[in-house]
């Protein structure tokens, strides 16, 4: 998947944005995260590392899960500049996505591996980090007619089965499945800077959906 040019956005996530005290408090994190880079095995050319994060960051004593990360360093350590951060798009890609295939040579992966280390991130809930889980079972099986405008009890018809499917999500998927708003994901971006790049911030790149991520984490 191919991530749309629309709403492209470009942006520095800067240390000196946030007050790091203030953010490292709020988050519950006190140390730099340690993280620990092995090949992915899925992604061809990439190393993968997992990132402990609050299910729901207003509780950050609370339910914890993972995010993978996936990392493809910098080609000569004498020239790196730092970390540039892409921002999945979407909602839905994200390592294998965004670094497999042709995506990878769409992403100019190995033109910013000449000065960066280039990161990306499976979203929470996406990929292998604690995907969303629904019951396949309960797929809606009545749609909305497209050849006359639907009457009110089509459009409940719809409603119910959309929403009973909706549910089974959430109960397989459990409290993370209320969690999952770029909002989260910003927090999410916070917490990889400091694992990353405590000093020095980020340079980080978003198309489609990955401009909301951008935006989120700025108005943060």
Same mark, same amino acid.
């Given at each position: 998947m191919r991530c749309s040019?629309?709403?492209a956005i470009a942006l520095f996530l800067a240390a000196a944005a946030l007050n790091t005290a203030q953010s490292g408090a709020a988050l519950g994190q006190t140390t730099k995260p340690?993280?620990?880079?092995a090949p992915c095995g899925d992604v061809p050319d990439t190393e993968c590392a997992g990132l402990e994060v609050p299910v729901d960051y207003a509780k950050p004593n609370g339910a914890k899960f993972t995010l993978r990360l996936g990392r493809a360093p %910098?080609?000569?350590p004498a020239k790196r500049k730092g970390v540039l951060l892409l921002l999945?798009?979407?909602?839905?890609?994200g390592i294998a996505e965004m670094m497999g295939g042709d995506e990878r040579k769409a992403q100019h992966v190995a033109d910013f591996q000449q000065q960066y280390d280039v990161v990306t991130w499976d979203p929470r809930g996406i990929g292998k980090s604690s995907p969303i889980r629904c019951d396949p079972n309960a797929a809606p099986k009545v749609e909305m007619p497209l050849d006359h405008k639907p009457t009110q009890a089509e459009f409940d018809a719809v409603a119910r089965a959309n929403? %009973?499917?909706i549910q089974s999500c959430a109960d397989a998927s459990g409290e993370l499945f209320w969690h999952l708003s770029a909002k989260y994901t910003a927090q999410d971006i916070e917490r990889m800077r400091q694992a990353l790049s405590p000093d020095d911030g980020l340079l980080g790149y978003g198309g489609s959906y990955g401009s909301?991520?951008?935006a989120a984490y700025l108005e943060a």
């Open positions: 040019t629309l709403g340690a993280l620990e880079w %910098a080609v000569d999945p798009g979407g909602p839905g890609p929403a %009973a499917f909301a991520y951008g």
